[in-house]
């Protein structure tokens, strides 16, 4: 599963000429130094979940042991806490309104200000990209107080979303747009030819062709959902929290179980992780994409 | 980025129907209306109209109930400007840019360059090099809160082991070590961002350009220096500026790590806000404070985009060179 380029199509290495290169640090080097990386990088995340099935007794005698004893306690404990399951639901269910809102409405914005010719396309579009450097935490009291007291949407699944989705518009607009810019015009020509208004072109053509660039930006509308804090934070009560704001709720309530805390934490990443190793390349793309402009 | 316009297809496409004065180029307007209303209204209403309604609140003292009548003026402006907590949290901030990407940018290109080869388990390498990233910044402070928890936690116990003395009340909760502690935990969980956009722009690069080099003789720090760091440029420009806007607007992570403190050694402009508005209810307070954040935010924008993303739109590079040396036969 390399992470080929969006460009793609590598001249293979082996035309190197290789000798010249010697001076490259050796194979050796760079696999150590590539374990090194992986031990830092994996290994708060394998420590936790593996202190999940540690006993705090065990914790506090050898913090960097083994599970030994090896209990299942913690993680059944969080798998049979209903509080859990009703996080695990919240999160789901304003990530998936949020990913909705963000692909529908990114790509019927992105369709005219790709392939429409008229006068302040661009004017329009730098609207969006100036939202790029909006930093959230500038809009959050107002949207905290537009959401409770105008909507009256405090404390529900579409006051996160909405919000959510406005701010990740800019990112999808700018991945999608020279997407849908780079099918060939003589698709839209052909049709034009059949007799297909720029609407059914919309519908019939580009929707079906553009499923790679909208699952890119869902994908990224949704993970930044899953993991979001300081929104769900001011909005959400709490039997309406989403699972980051329980892991943060139980470590500080359960600061003294410490193996309860790792469970539960380990529990709430798997699906961020499952989703992601599902989706990596898409993931990948989309960033790659929104570099390179 | 290049916005190469696209052919209308009204009156240009051979054999289509021709431009209608009238009908047609209402009708084409209904249809980016129709488009590009949601989206548009969407963004208005919570993206911009917030950002407005900042300003707004920063011109009273308010504390979230009942109408603004209480008009200071600038009054918010001078007492966030004056606090000694704001002043602080900005440079916590600034800290946090410049430190971000001192680390990340070596750490980053360094691992880009060695894991951009043929390498048993490359794609596993970058997959679990990007994990991190993945993860919530709270989920990633959870667990790095509890392996600092001062004497008991994993860090201090392994460090006593090999003898090394850790400070007393712990990493997070020395004020001198506590900010560069947050740093050390962003920089963790943002490496592999910085990874695996550097490797996308390497494999940008023509292989063309380092046969040519290794033809010419040239040592592999003449082709890093000449080929690769030039037509990296694009890439670690845009990734600076994506970095620096992230780094100017933490909360998440020094929220669950430290809660800004201790005695606001960890606290930057967005926690300094939060704090203002949710535990002292001084609205007019906060939004100053978003204000002022905000238009950091936005010189630091203009100020990157003339001084240095300007090259981008006429890079003097290898490839551009390469290009004219073409025209040239």
């Not at chain 2, 696209?6 to 009908?23: D, F, W």
């Not at chain 2, 691992?111 to 090099?129: C, E, V």
């Not at chain 2, 949710?278 to 204000?291: D, E, L, M, P, W």
Request: net charge positive; aromatic share 12%.
């Amino acid at each position: 599963m390399a992470t080929q380029t969006l460009s793609g199509h590598r001249v293979e290495q082996s035309l190197r000429p290789s000798r010249r290169f010697d001076l490259r640090p050796s194979t050796a080097i760079v696999y150590f130094v590539a374990l090194v990386v992986v031990a830092l990088t994996l290994g708060p995340v394998l420590y936790g979940v593996l202190g999940g099935f540690r006993t705090n007794a065990a914790i506090a005698e050898s913090p960097a042991g083994m599970p030994d004893p090896f209990v299942l306690d913690n993680y059944l404990g969080v798998l049979q806490n209903p509080d859990f399951w009703r996080y695990a639901l919240n999160s789901s269910g304003i990530a998936l309104i949020t990913t909705a809102l963000v692909v529908v409405f990114g790509v019927m914005a992105a369709y005219p200000l790709a392939r429409y010719e008229f006068k302040g396309r661009e004017g329009l579009f730098m609207v969006f990209v100036v939202g790029l450097l909006f930093p959230a935490a500038v809009a959050i009291i107002p949207l905290f107080i537009l959401i409770t007291q105008n909507f009256h949407l405090g404390n529900t699944w579409i006051g996160i979303a909405l919000p959510q989705a406005a701010f990740a518009l800019p990112t999808t607009v700018v991945i999608l747009r020279p997407f849908l810019m780079s099918l060939p015009k003589e698709l839209e020509e052909a049709s034009q030819l059949d007799g297909t208004s720029r609407i059914g072109f919309f519908w019939r053509i580009l929707l079906p062709l553009s499923g790679p660039g909208m699952v890119t930006v869902g994908v990224l509308a949704f993970v930044g959902s899953w993991n979001a804090y300081l929104l769900p934070l001011l909005l959400l009560g709490p039997e309406n929290k989403t699972l980051p704001l329980g892991v943060a709720d139980f470590s500080s309530e359960h600061s003294a179980d410490t193996a309860g805390v790792f469970a539960f934490t380990s529990l709430a990443m798997i699906p961020a992780l499952v989703f992601f190793l599902a989706m990596q390349k898409r993931i990948v793309n989309g960033l790659q994409g929104a570099v390179k402009g | 980025m290049p916005a190469t316009p696209v052919q209308g297809v009204a009156g240009i496409a051979p054999g289509g129907r021709r431009r209608k004065p009238m009908s047609g180029a209402w009708r084409k307007r209904a249809e980016i209306a129709f488009f590009v209303t949601p989206a548009l209204a969407l963004f208005l209403m919570f993206v911009i109209w917030p950002i407005i309604t900042a300003v707004q609140m920063s011109l009273f003292k308010w504390t979230g109930i009942g109408p603004l009548v209480d008009f200071v003026g600038l009054k918010n402006y001078v007492t966030v400007l004056t606090d000694e907590l704001f002043t602080d949290a900005l440079r916590h901030n600034l800290i946090i840019v410049v430190g971000s990407i001192l680390l990340q940018l070596p750490l980053g290109l360094g691992l880009a360059l060695l894991l951009n080869r043929k390498l048993w388990g490359q794609s596993i390498l970058r997959t679990i090099i990007f994990v991190p990233y993945v993860l919530a910044e709270v989920i990633a402070g959870v667990v790095w809160g509890a392996l600092l928890v001062p004497q008991y936690g994993t860090i201090d116990a392994l460090a006593a082991a090999l003898h090394i003395p850790t400070p007393e009340q712990g990493f997070l909760g020395t004020p001198d070590l506590a900010l560069w502690t947050v740093l050390f935990v962003l920089t963790w969980k943002y490496l592999g961002l910085a990874v695996i956009l550097f490797l996308a722009g390497l494999q940008g690069i023509p292989d063309e350009l380092y046969e040519a080099a290794a033809l010419d003789g040239a040592s592999w720090w003449q082709v890093q220096r000449r080929i690769t760091f030039p037509l990296m440029g694009p890439t670690i420009r845009t990734w600076a500026f994506l970095s620096m806007i992230g780094s100017l607007q933490v909360f998440d992570m020094v929220w669950i790590l430290t809660k800004g403190g201790p005695a606001g050694a960890t606290t930057t402009m967005a926690t300094y806000l939060i704090a203002q508005g949710t535990q002292a209810s001084n609205f007019g307070i906060a939004g100053a404070a978003s204000v002022i954040l905000f238009v950091i935010a936005l010189f630091f924008a203009v100020v990157y985009q003339q001084l240095v993303l300007k090259r981008d739109t006429q890079p003097d590079t290898p490839k551009r060179k390469r290009s004219q040396r073409e025209k040239a036969k």
